[in-house]
């Protein structure tokens, strides 16, 4: 199957500052990923589709200007999570698709923790 | 927008014993796939279903798709230690997305 790799696979970080997230496919192109995040025992929430070359499509409820989306090329889409607070703290989840509505490739995932 | 509701939310076995997953959208799919979460770690894709009333097994799971392709089970015979972690399925919504239910997380004990 094919391979997403996330980094880092965890981070602290002190109120405020902005943490990069960084999320590869290794072995195909994926002109579309996914960012989820997982709070402790409970689901996937949907944060944003990235989109290569274009404006990233994020959910209902979730702020882009705090979450920040770049997906500069077929193999590499970024997550900067800006001014980050405690509640900030999270998994976060990438993934990609090698068709459409096909079966999800998950990223490791990163623990983020703020203090 | 479509909501996939997964019960149980929480299930502790006796290893050896059966387990089962429920999972109930609120409108039709054109699939569902389900992942496996061990602790820690990240979804990995067990299967996905794609026609109504598809029944396909691997080892000791059992996948259904219900017949009006709105409902979905996964069923675990005589589990394992290695069974642990938490069970998700997922069905599409607008194209490409995934939506996720809420996930059954399964402890055995040995």
């Known amino acids: 199957g094919a391979v997403v790799s996330q980094h880092p696979s965890r981070v602290i970080c002190k109120s405020g500052t902005s943490v990069k997230i960084e999320c590869r496919s290794l072995d195909f192109q994926a002109t579309t990923m996914f960012w989820y995040r997982q709070f402790p025992k409970q689901s996937l929430m949907l944060m944003a589709t990235?989109?290569?070359?274009?404006?990233?499509?994020?959910e209902q409820g979730v702020e882009k200007d705090k979450f920040l989306i770049n997906h500069a090329s077929l193999t590499l889409s970024t997550l900067t999570v800006t001014s980050a607070h405690p509640e900030d703290s999270s998994f976060y989840i990438c993934?990609?698709?090698?068709?459409?509505?096909?079966?999800?490739?998950f990223g490791e995932g990163s623990r983020l923790t703020v203090l | 927008g479509q909501q996939v509701m997964q019960i149980p939310q929480y299930q502790h076995v006796q290893e050896g014993e059966d387990f089962t997953t429920y999972c109930n959208s609120s409108t039709t799919l054109s699939n569902i796939q389900w992942y496996k979460q061990r602790p820690g770690g990240h979804p990995v894709f067990l299967i996905q279903l794609v026609k109504s009333g598809e029944v396909k097994k691997q080892k000791r799971l059992t996948f259904q798709f219900g017949e009006a392709k709105k409902n979905s089970s996964l069923h675990i015979t005589a589990t394992q230690t290695t069974d642990v972690g938490t069970y998700f399925c997922?069905?599409?919504?607008?194209?490409?997305?995934?939506?996720f239910g809420a996930g059954t997380i399964l402890r055995v004990k040995s």
């Open positions: 993934s990609a698709s090698l068709g459409r509505a096909g079966e999800l490739f």
């Open positions: 997922a069905g599409p919504e607008g194209g490409n997305k995934l939506v």
């Open positions: 990235s989109n290569e070359g274009s404006k990233a499509t994020y």
